[in-house]
């Protein structure tokens, strides 16, 4: 119970920053203090966080312990299992996509850099 309100709350943050964007200096870009680690890329990527979603449709695991201490999945744009920032996180540590996980949406922006 108390990983499944620490991830409710992880994704509310997600949401609270993305209700806010203020533009960045360089280029308009909405600023993101959200960081995405791809594995199979080496690549990090800024990411806006959108709302919660129903548990229907393709979702892809996003585990929230990365090499810079936030979160990171294994698919990023480009790659064939990539599908478009709707994310699963394993709340109930099962190894299962199911009810008592956490589902939601983030899209990846590129491009990816090398450092977060």
């Not at 949401?15 to 806010?20: H, I, K, M, R």
């Not at 990171?72 to 009810?99: H, I, K, L, S």
């Not at 589902?103 to 590129?110: D, M, V």
Request: proline residues 9%.
């Amino acid at each position: 119970m108390m990983r499944r309100i620490t991830l409710s709350a992880f994704v509310l943050a997600l949401g609270l920053v993305a209700a806010t964007p203020a533009l960045a200096a360089s280029g308009g870009r909405p600023e993101s203090p959200i960081i995405i680690y791809v594995t199979s890329q080496d690549l990090y990527y800024d990411s806006i966080a959108g709302p919660e979603l129903p548990a229907h449709g393709r979702f892809q695991k996003l585990e929230l312990t990365g090499p810079h201490g936030g979160p990171q999945t294994e698919f990023g744009p480009g790659d064939q299992g990539y599908v478009g920032g709707r994310w699963w996180v394993d709340a109930n540590e099962n190894g299962e996509m199911d009810d008592g996980d956490v589902f939601f949406s983030c899209p990846l922006l590129g491009p990816g850099r090398e450092n977060p």
